[in-house]
Nanobody, 124 residues
Framework: VQLVESGGGLVQPGGSLRLSCATAGEISDWWAIAWFRQAPGKEREGVSCISTSDGSTMYADSVKARFTISRDNAKNTVYLQMNSLKPEDTAVYYC??????????????????WGQGTQVTVSS
């Protein structure tokens, strides 16, 4: 399984960005695809995830009502639409996937397959 993120960049506070995660390889039902982020000096944290079986989604409290995760099965791509961006959203954003063994798809240790990351900087 391979994952390639794109769409990061520099944006002003209050602005928007859409990240893309292109997937290659066999990702079938009972998998999850997630976005994590890691800011300098901080641990990697779960942002949002989507189940491939039923399309259910989860969001970290810090991004609820601002970020939206979606999946285009025809393009094998997962998106993260980020609105109302704040300076504290600045981080490297990673896409991850694996078979979902538990009920919390925002847990870091659920995932063995990772992309290379894309930088998001929110600054005026």
């Amino acid at each position: 399984v391979q994952l390639v993120e794109s769409g990061g960049g520099l944006v002003q506070p209050g602005g928007s960005l859409r990240l893309s995660c292109a997937t290659a390889g066999e990702i079938s039902d009972w998998w999850a695809i997630a976005w994590f982020r890691q800011a300098p000096g901080k641990e990697r944290e779960g942002v949002s995830c989507i189940s491939t079986s039923d399309g259910s989604t989860m969001y970290a409290d810090s991004v609820k009502a601002r970020f939206t995760i979606s999946r285009d099965n025809a393009k094998n791509t997962v998106y993260l639409q980020m609105n109302s961006l704040k300076p504290e959203d600045t981080a490297v954003y990673y896409c991850a996937t694996d078979v979902l063994l538990g009920s919390d798809c925002l847990k870091l240790d659920e995932y063995d397959y990772w992309g290379q990351g894309t930088q998001v900087t929110v600054s005026s």
